[in-house]
């Protein structure tokens, strides 16, 4: 990607590169914890520099690069924002396979404990038990909480990546209960 | 995306829902997961004598090409032993099913859930089992 015309689109900041990382690109520390506040300011001056409405009079070029670095910081923003998504993405940058298409050897407990919590959010959805459901909403929520307080410790004072790796892995199934309890708490409002 | 006919048939009609005492003499389990689309998947199977699969019950929470793999091992492994049980590849199970390339990792979920049935049994009656 050409750097030049970049340089000239972000009119006097410093010229961007389209394949920096996504810290780099909103001039923050490469950890897991982050501040939110801080992401989204730097997201907010940043997508308002590339913003295509800029370009709405500028030539067809400067258009189509202003649109690749809108969507560009977007994706970034997205993947940050996320703590699983940044997550996944520090292992990435750091060349470690989180290994989630093919490793379904998890641990038995963890995966019966799993399979227990799909069971019980399926009883309370088929008997409209919103109370029950919200309570379990909480119960996951402060779990969720504990387990990326863990990972800040993971990536940011140990760097162990192999444990790291295991524990997203852990918290894909984990987001993934959270996502079913939302449409079953739907579901019941409904 | 649209299901095959096959994978619609084994997801309206699942065979082999359910679950067997863990402990019940010649129950095996096998537990997996999938973590990219947070599918969890439990077979267990039934083995009598002569390591010969009497029967088989699964539970999953996935995806309805997730659910029709497992609910066709089950009738695989069937009459099959062991052995034979483990010779079931996943590239069969998604032929069978005609499962397109996104939806291959149900059915290497199924061929795992499978190993993973066994290798509980041999690690339960192990050399009774061989004897």
């Known amino acids: 990607m050409p750097v030049a015309p970049a340089s000239r689109l972000m009119s006097g900041r410093e010229p961007l590169d389209l394949s920096t990382d996504f810290f780099s690109l909103f001039a923050l ?6 501040a939110a506040a801080q992401l989204d300011r730097a997201y907010v001056e940043l997508q308002a520099s590339v913003h295509p409405d800029r370009f709405a009079a500028a030539d067809d070029s400067a258009r189509r690069l202003a649109m690749q670095w809108s969507t560009r910081v977007n994706e970034a923003y997205q993947t940050l924002k996320k703590p699983l998504a940044r997550a996944k993405y520090l292992l990435h940058l750091a060349a470690h396979d989180v290994a989630d298409e093919n490793n379904t050897l998890m641990p038995a407990d963890f995966l019966i404990e799993q399979l227990e919590w799909r069971e019980a959010v399926a009883e309370a959805r088929a008997a409209g038990d919103h109370h029950e459901l919200e309570h379990m909403h909480h119960r996951l929520q402060r779990e969720l909480s504990s387990r990326y307080d863990e990972l800040g410790d993971l990536f940011d004072e140990r760097q162990d990546f192999v444990e790291a790796a295991d524990r ?16 079953a708490m739907a579901a019941c409002d409904a | 995306m649209a299901y095959s006919v096959k994978v619609l048939d084994h997801y309206e009609n699942p065979r082999n829902v359910g679950s067997f005492a863990k402990d019940d003499e010649g129950v095996a389990t096998g537990m997996v997961g999938a973590p990219a689309c947070g599918d969890v998947m439990k077979l267990q199977i039934k083995v009598g ?11 999953t929470y996935g995806c309805g ?11 695989w492994v069937k009459g099959k032993t062991i052995e034979q049980a483990l010779d079931i590849k996943n590239t069969q199970i998604a032929d069978e099913l005609a499962l397109p390339p996104v939806k291959i990792h149900c059915s290497i979920l199924a061929e795992d859930a ?13 050399e009774a089992a061989a004897g």
């Not at chain 1, 997203?168 to 449409?183: G, H, P, S, T």
């Not at chain 2, 004598?49 to 539970?59: M, Q, R, T, W």
């Not at chain 2, 499978?114 to 192990?126: C, N, Q």
Request: a positive charge; aromatic letters at 8%; hydrophobic letters at 45%.
């Open chain 1, 29 to 34: 520390p490469r950890s897991f914890r982050l």
């Open chain 2, 65 to 75: 090409s997730a659910i029709a793999s497992s609910s066709l091992v089950t009738e």
């Open chain 1, 168 to 183: 997203v892995r852990r918290l894909m199934f984990i987001e993934k209960l959270l996502a079913d309890l939302d449409e």
């Open chain 2, 114 to 126: 499978i190993k993973a049935a066994v290798a509980d049994y041999r690690k339960r009656h192990g």
């Open chain 2, 49 to 59: 004598k002569g390591g010969v699969i009497e029967d088989a019950k699964f539970k």
